[in-house]
């Protein structure tokens, strides 16, 4: 009876311990891991962390480079950021630097629906048509 005992108890050991070594394991792999840089989470104690994870457009973790080594998949690319700075994206919904330049030389860098200028190629396109319609010499600007 002792010994029908002794087996249970060695096989709830182990399941307890896959079960444990399951949940250690996330359940996605990043696209992407950076390292290397000072990481800056925005958070409000301004916390900086060692590494983040990223799948797509959402933020996996954060954490030391060790924790966030258990994202890392066969097809994660990791980004040394050979101590750059890395902080979350910003969106730039409200900005004055097209009405000022078109204010100082006349260029029309407005967004659509307002202007043509959608993507840097078009920004560049309409400066340099501008610069030869307004007889700038090319490096002058």
């Known amino acids: ?3 029908t005992m002794q087996i249970k108890g ?3 050991v182990l399941l307890i311990g896959v079960t444990l070594v399951g949940c250690a394991q996330p359940k996605e792999t990043a696209d992407a891991i ?3 840089g000072s990481i800056l ?3 409000e104690e301004m916390e900086k962390v ?3 994870a990223v799948k797509g457009d959402k933020i996996l973790r954060t954490g030391t480079k060790s924790e966030i080594e258990a994202y890392r998949g ?6 040394d ?6 902080l979350p994206g910003f969106i730039d919904a409200h900005s004055h630097f097209s009405i000022g330049m078109k204010m100082i030389h006349q260029a029309d860098l407005t967004s659509p ?9 078009d920004l560049i396109l309409t400066l340099e048509s501008y610069r030869k319609t307004a007889n700038i010499q090319e490096g002058d600007w």
């Open 113 to 121: 629906p307002v202007g043509n200028v959608g993507n840097m190629e």
């Open 50 to 52: 060692d590494a983040i």
């Open 34 to 36: 950076y390292f290397n």
């Open 10 to 12: 060695r096989y709830l």
């Open 81 to 86: 950021l050979k101590g750059m700075a890395l």
């Open 74 to 79: 066969e097809a994660t690319t990791m980004k």
């Open 1 to 3: 009876m002792q010994n």
């Open 41 to 43: 989470t925005m958070e």
